[in-house]
């Protein structure tokens, strides 16, 4: 039963006051609690993340991925005791547009960096500038390739475009330094030693960006004979002629031609004018010093010789190009899988493991003789894949193997929302944190992907182009100076050899693809397009 309880006026008023404290002082005490709460968890719970990006690092050349090249025990490390993404993909495979892709987690033509020589504009939202909002100390060292000054950054120093590989010059929050020694170790220190002197009560976001294994693939002094001795296996499509495939045809990236250069790529320099090369005369040591200098020409010298003396021609010389090629660039991995290591046992002895998003990733994939080619730029698989390996703080259970299809995308609003911070409704990419959580979401997740490569007509003269990619299919058209189709089926021919398109049987397929294709499209809003596509 309810009784009714008369008050009169001057209580109700004194009533009304203590309660109004008592209101006040009770918010106070919640606002105070929420305020300590917040940054306990700012400090202590939120992940920091630390991500470490390669330059041109195809999968092919890491040992949890595949044991043919190279074994790079510290690189598995993060595969072993983390996660392995078996289907990650860039959108647009080549460098500056790879990394703002990262930042921004969207596609090339909503961020505007469609090709590398586009300047990123600075004042779009990324989540290195979010994480900074809620309470992240942020950091990027290494490779920056995006012409305009780094933003959302409490501290940068970074390589000015490309970088160089010794005695690199580096500009440290807009003042240039040439640092000595060899860029994979330099970038490796700054990142080090920025952690060491961080605010320990914030978490932190530290991108590590490197320079190698990016061309002209220069070794350190200390792994330049690492390979000498060493036969790679051969790709079962290295003399791949290229038939129905116009676009392949017509590229200049080829290990078989003087796309690749003997002097410039593959160090073979000899002051009597043996060696013909199309870039003149160069020089490898100009920036070394004496005792770099010496290490690299008792290196290269007596291979030199016995170069001139062997007078290679046709397949033989193709064949000795590709062993000499990847002889260097393995050897620029051995640096990086060394220089990870150094990190991940910084973390394991500082106590940071725990609770450190660690990523290690490429800006996109690379052919090591697949095609007959170096470098990357077209959506076959060597290029279009990129590695992608994580260690996951606590409280993600998920181990081993991913299998669905991610893409470079959804980097930004994974983690995000591994942290806790909304995800901006403007960015294409999906947080992967489901899939990280447990045994990993099992549920729908995304049945294709969206390319588009725009850095047409230039060097390597990969023409222009975009496609889907599903699990088992991938459709691409060239356009601008072409109009070509090409359809793959990945499970019968994972080499990318056999342009189906014009099979009669495949006009379903196509059909569905397509109109997947243009869905993306929609999705994405991405409207440039050729005129006839819009
Ligand atoms: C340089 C390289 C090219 C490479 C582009 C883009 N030439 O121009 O081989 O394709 O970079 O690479 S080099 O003579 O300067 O080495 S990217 O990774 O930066 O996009
Ligand atoms: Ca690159």
């Known amino acids: 039963m309810r009784r009714n309880v008369k008050i009169s006026p001057f209580k109700n008023t004194v009533m009304k006051m203590s309660l109004f404290k008592s209101l006040s002082l009770l918010g106070l005490t919640i606002l105070l609690f929420v305020a300590c709460e917040d940054s306990k968890d700012a400090s ?100 920056w390739h995006l012409k305009s000054d780094p933003t959302g950054f409490d501290y940068w120093n970074i390589l000015p475009g490309q970088g160089q590989y010794y005695n690199p010059d580096f500009i440290e929050m807009g003042e240039k330094k040439q640092i000595e020694g060899y860029a994979t170790t330099i970038t490796t220190d700054l990142a080090l030693s920025w952690l060491d002197r961080r605010n320990s009560e914030k978490p932190f976001c530290l991108l590590l960006h490197h320079k190698a294994p990016h061309r002209t693939w220069e070794p350190d002094t200390a792994h330049l004979a690492e390979f000498l001795s060493k036969q790679f296996p051969v790709p079962e499509n290295f003399f791949d002629q290229y038939e129905d495939r116009q676009a392949a045809a017509e590229q200049k990236m080829s290990v078989r031609a003087s796309d690749m250069d003997v002097q410039y790529d593959l160090k073979m320099q000899d002051d009597e004018g043996r060696i013909v090369s199309r870039f003149g005369k160069m020089d490898h040591t100009a920036r070394m010093n004496a005792a770099q200098k010496k290490a690299w020409k008792n290196h290269y010298d007596p291979i030199t010789k016995k170069f001139i003396e062997d007078n290679l021609s046709g397949d033989e010389l193709y064949l000795w190009k590709l062993q000499r090629y990847l002889q260097d660039y393995l050897a620029c991995i051995h640096s990086v899988d060394e220089n990870v290591g150094r990190v991940l046992d910084y973390l394991e002895n500082n106590g940071l493991k725990e609770n450190t998003i660690v990523v290690y990733t490429s ?36 181990r081993g193997d991913v299998n669905q299809l991610i893409q470079n995308i959804d980097y930004a609003p994974t983690f995000l929302d591994m942290v806790g911070v909304q995800i901006p409704e403007e960015m294409h990419g999906k947080s992967m944190k489901s899939l990280l959580i447990g045994k990993g979401e099992t549920a729908k997740w995304r049945d294709a992907i969206y390319y588009h490569y725009y850095e047409f007509p230039n060097e390597h003269m990969v023409k222009k182009h975009y496609g889907v990619r599903t699990d088992r299919y991938k459709l691409i058209h060239f356009y601008d100076d072409i109009d070509v189709w090409e359809l793959y089926d990945l499970k019968n021919d994972p080499n990318e050899m056999h342009n189906i398109y014009q099979d009669q049987q495949n006009e379903d397929l196509i059909k569905n693809l397509k109109k997947r294709l243009k869905e993306l499209q929609e999705e994405y809003h991405d409207t440039t397009l050729p005129q006839e596509d819009l």
Not at 59 to 77: E, F, G, K, W
Not at 363 to 384: A, P
């Open 44 to 143: 202590e719970t939120k992940p920091n993340i630390l991500y470490i990006m390669t330059d041109d690092h195809g999968y092919q050349a890491i040992s949890a991925y595949s044991n043919q090249l190279v074994q790079t025990p510290n690189l598995d490390r993060l595969a072993n005791e983390g996660v392995i993404f078996r289907n990650s993909f860039v959108t647009n495979s080549i460098c500056g547009p790879s990394r703002a892709v990262m930042l921004t987690g969207k596609h090339s033509h909503a961020n505007g960096m469609i090709n590398n020589s586009t300047e990123f504009d600075g004042t779009q939202q990324t989540f290195p500038k979010l994480l900074q909002k809620a309470g992240y100390q942020t950091a990027i060292v290494g490779k």
């Open 363 to 398: 800006d996109q994939g690379f052919y090591l003789g697949e095609h007959g080619w170096f470098d990357k730029r077209f959506m076959y698989e060597e290029s279009l894949r990129t590695p992608l390996m994580m260690w996951l703080p606590t409280g993600y259970g998920r």
